[in-house]
């Protein structure tokens, strides 16, 4: 039971136009998977669309490989979610909104003040939420969501409203989850750094496809460091190099090399010396995971 | 499953002060019932009948329908606001059990209230000095209008559960309260939620139940709505997308 | 200010607030049309423009204040459900202008309903042929009759609508009203006077009598009822004014 949450061709279509199309994502147990994508790219239709609140035009979703619409109730009870904003009873204090999920979920009372005290909230837990602060709110939000300990938690971007020390915070909690508490955890963001920091894996959707998926380490491997190397005799040197075993692309002026390393770079550049090629200039160039998800999703605006 | 639901919904109401209501409608009722049944006691002259007639017209024709429109649009908003759908709907609970907790929170809050106003009618019969035993049709009269009463309250969350204000499902249950007076002057009355209520409390006419087929026809038709609106409405729960 | 108003106008561009209103109009014209007919089959020299009248003063007692607490429910209550109040008063425009296209909205919609209904009642009058011609005077005193009340009521609702978050209490409000407002007639006038929803009788051109054992239709005074009218312009006027105040006095 290696895939706990998969959706196969799952599509929304709002009046005609499609919201998320032909998706297929896959999240691995223990992982935490994180959804990435610009505002408006369809991370909400999908998380909803995997927890049943909306139904997909096309496509399903499983959940620990059991299809969602007969085993609702089952794949509910092990999952935990947070969804567009926290949901709340403004009347009620945070202590009361804890009871009413906990009433719900069937949990024991232990797992409401673990919860709390998780997120922070135990000294204002009897304060009615309508005073709470945004990030109060959605500190309770995660709480409810974490409260069963469930096995996957799903959360729309859990870090909304937080302040920096609060985004750590949570941060550090959603990295632990899944070996204090064998969870699988999938998020959304519109912010790269902040999945960088956390996912062990990443989707990356635009307009309501995927266009990556794959764990971090693929990601980043994509942001490998390339030297370029500018000489009189680009041709020349290319052609050389080659029959040395190190290919390269033309790109501009230089020659573009990718994965060499550093003693690698002093032979090439030894090799062109001696064959009186003149080496104007090498350069390193990273290529930043911003560029590379600006590359992805075609996008030069925020994010 | 359900019962648990049902103890989240009381959980809900705390701090809430919509049990004010389930005190102040029947005390209106039943004294300004008292007080038109004191400055016309020429005319009428059936001592606890009588006064039955005054206290439940106002009662049970307009403002039981309007008090049930209420509670039910505020059992809604409570999900209505703030994201809730999402909360409740992405809990392992199935949609019968969301829909009927709540059915069982509005009924539980009718019994309370047609208890108390049959307490009150008691008072105050005593205090204005009839002195005949009391009519022993008043609990049947009690029980029925709970039946209808619980007929027009599946109605009525059904209709507060689609509609996200709250007003206007309360001004749907006000025409439907019109309507249903003017069916039941057409005898249509066995076909119409409200009409129920206007027949099962006897109203209009305290002895209009009393053949056991009647009363038989009158369970059944309250079931069959019962039965119909609930359908409807946890139908639409499940097959419709939740816009939270 | 115009602009405030047109800009609640917008607002209700998909609601279907007009319709509604006017849905639930018909209802209590077709009821109340039902029964008239009924009465004339019975007993025809019923059809008189004073029963018709009478009938629709009392049944308008209990339907406009609910129908006021609805509508006016509907129209504040969307601003506590996406907080635009506080939106609104960062666009530069006076919680008091706010205040008042709100009001001035809600009494367009009802002046309509008043001018649908005393339009029925003469179309129903002519449709059934009644013996007397149309008594324009008398419609149109019934017409101020009920605008006015409504002014008065529309104020009342909207204070309480936007004050308290909660609707329950405006629409219990709006339904005690409608219970003060049937039963206006069955209270010694001193005390129904008190209570602003007992003017829809009380304002009516056309009165009963239960003096005699035959139901007696009297038309009233025209002076009699100009001291009443007055009273309930100034409430109107001052439930408005201490509304607005108090709301833009009112820390948001």
């Not at chain 1, 239709?45 to 619409?69: A, C, D, H, N």
């Not at chain 1, 969501?145 to 938690?153: H, I």
């Not at chain 1, 370029?228 to 002026?253: C, D, H, M, P, Y």
Request: proline share 3%; charged share 15%.
């Amino acid at each position: 039971m290696n895939q706990v949450v998969s959706t196969h061709n799952l599509s929304k279509q709002y009046n005609g136009k499609y919201c998320v199309r032909d998706l297929n994502l896959s999240v691995a147990k223990g992982e935490i998977f994180g959804f990435l994508g610009p505002n408006g790219a369809g991370k909400s239709t999908t998380l909803k669309m995997i927890l049943g609140l909306t139904r997909p035009t096309k496509g399903f979703v499983t959940v620990f490989e059991k299809g969602f619409e007969e085993n609702r109730g089952f794949i509910l009870s092990q999952t935990g979610s947070l969804i567009e904003s926290p949901s709340y009873y403004g009347h009620l204090t945070g202590l009361e909104n804890m009871r009413v999920v906990q009433k719900l979920r069937e949990v024991p009372d232990k797992n409401v003040m673990q919860a709390l005290r998780i997120v922070r909230l135990e000294k204002q837990k009897d304060k009615k939420v309508s005073q709470y602060s945004l990030g109060m709110k959605q500190r309770l939000g995660i709480a409810m969501a974490l409260m069963s300990f469930p096995k996957v938690l799903i959360l729309d971007e859990p870090t909304n409203g937080l302040d920096p020390a609060g985004i750590g915070e949570i941060r550090e909690l959603i990295k632990s989850l899944p070996q204090l508490h064998g969870m699988t955890v999938l998020l959304s963001s519109h912010l790269l750094s902040e999945i960088e920091q956390i996912a062990t894996s990443v989707g990356i959707i635009n307009e309501g496809e995927m266009l990556f998926q794959g764990s971090m380490s693929e990601l980043k491997s994509k942001s490998q460091p390339t030297i370029k190397i500018k000489t009189r005799n680009n041709k020349l040197a290319q052609e050389l190099l080659r029959i040395n075993g190190f290919s390269s692309i033309q790109s501009g002026e230089s020659l573009v090399f990718e994965d060499l390393l550093d003693d690698e770079v002093i032979k090439v550049n030894q090799s062109l010396v001696t064959s009186n090629i003149d080496v104007l200039r090498i350069e390193e160039h990273k290529k930043s995971l911003e560029n590379i998800f600006l590359d992805l999703t075609g996008k030069e605006q925020s994010l | 499953m359900l019962i648990r639901c049902v103890q989240a919904e009381f959980i809900k109401l705390r701090h809430t002060r919509i049990w004010l209501l389930l005190f102040i409608l029947p005390l209106v009722s039943v004294i300004i019932g008292c007080f038109n049944f004191y400055m016309n006691q020429g005319v009428l002259k059936k001592e606890w009948y009588s006064l039955w007639s005054q206290v439940s017209l106002f009662y049970g024709e307009f403002f039981f329908p309007i008090f049930i429109a209420i509670l039910c649009a505020f059992l809604w908003r409570l999900e209505h606001f703030n994201k809730n759908w999402n909360m409740i709907m992405t809990a392992p609970i199935s949609a019968n059990s969301i829909f009927f907790s709540k059915l069982i929170v509005v009924g539980s809050m009718l019994t309370f209230s047609q208890g108390f106003f049959g307490l009150l009618y008691f008072f105050g019969g005593k205090l204005l000095g009839l002195t005949s035993a009391l009519p022993v049709e008043l609990f049947g009269w009690l029980l029925r209008g709970w039946i209808a009463a619980l007929t027009i309250s599946t109605l009525q969350l059904a209709l507060s559960m689609r509609i996200k204000s709250f007003a206007v499902p309360i001004g749907i249950g006000f025409c439907a309260a019109i309507l249903g007076l003017g069916m039941y002057v057409i005898n249509l009355g066995l076909l119409f939620p409200h009409s129920l209520l206007t027949i099962g409390m006897g109203i209009l006419n305290q002895s209009s139940i009393s053949s056991l087929w009647n009363n038989l026809l009158y369970y059944i038709m309250n079931g069959v709505y019962i039965f119909v609106f609930s359908l409807v409405a946890i139908y639409r729960m499940k097959k419709s997308d939740v816009v939270a | 200010m115009m602009r405030a108003i047109s800009i609640e106008f917008f607002k209700f561009r998909h609601r279907h607030i007009y319709l509604m209103a006017t849905l639930f109009l018909l209802i209590e014209v077709i009821f109340l049309f039902m029964g008239m007919s009924r009465s004339i089959s019975m007993k025809p020299e019923n059809a008189n423009w004073e029963a018709l009248i009478v009938m629709f003063a009392s049944m308008n007692g209990l339907l406009f204040p609910i129908l006021i607490a609805v509508s006016v429910s509907r129209i504040c209550d969307m601003e506590h459900k996406g907080n635009t109040w506080k939106l609104l008063l960062t666009l530069s425009i006076k919680p008091g202008q706010v205040y008042a296209a709100k009001y001035i909205y809600a009494c367009i919609l009802i002046l309509w309903v008043c001018i649908v209904q005393v339009l029925s009642i003469a179309a129903f009058g002519i449709v059934k042929d009644f013996e007397d011609p149309l008594p324009t005077f008398l419609l149109i005193r019934y017409f101020f009759g009920i605008v006015f009340t409504s002014l008065a009521i529309v104020a009342l609702q909207q204070w309480v609508s936007l004050m308290k978050k909660n609707q329950v209490i405006a629409l219990t409000l709006g339904m005690i009203g409608g219970f003060i407002g049937m039963t206006a007639d069955l209270m010694p006038s001193g005390v129904s006077r008190i209570f602003i929803w007992s003017y829809y009788s009380g304002l009516s051109p056309v009165s009963l009598s239960y003096e005699s054992e035959e139901l007696d239709f009297i038309v009233r005074n025209l002076n009699a009822l100009l001291p009443l009218m007055l009273i309930v312009i100034i409430a109107a006027i001052s439930i408005y004014l201490a509304g607005s105040m108090h709301l833009s006095r009112k820390e948001v």
